[in-house]
Nanobody
């Protein structure tokens, strides 16, 4: 059974940093495009970043470009999201997900989802 498990969330002051991890099990990790989404209070789930199967290509939402970095370690079956210069508006539950389509930003194009990890940024 395919499973994605996020970790690394927490509470941080504005301007701080966090590194999220998403560990995959149950299938060939390197065969899947991976992405991070987030869902803030009262908001729809939105795309944050995606990374290609090899890790050579990445794409970001405009709201996080230059502050967040997505990466992956196929040997460890893990995808990461390094978040710097955090803002209160980054407060959300962060989810990782997998897809077979490159740079697709709709939640409907993603297959497996983790349970999410809470990130809270205070001003």
């Amino acid at each position: 059974q395919v499973q994605l498990v996020e970790s690394g969330g927490g509470k941080v002051q504005e301007g701080g940093s966090l590194r999220l991890s998403c560990a995959a099990s149950g299938r060939t990790f390197s065969s899947w495009i991976m992405a991070w989404f987030r869902q803030g209070p009262g908001n729809e789930r939105e795309f944050v970043a995606t990374i290609s199967r090899s890790g050579s290509s990445t794409s970001y939402a405009d709201s996080v470009k230059g502050r967040f970095t997505i990466s992956r370690d196929n040997a460890e079956n893990t995808v990461y999201l390094q978040m710097n210069s955090l803002k209160p508006e980054d407060t959300a539950v962060y989810y990782c997900a997998d897809s077979t389509g490159w740079d697709t930003r709709s939640v409907y194009n993603y297959h497996t989802w983790g349970q999410g990890t809470q990130v809270t940024v205070s001003s």
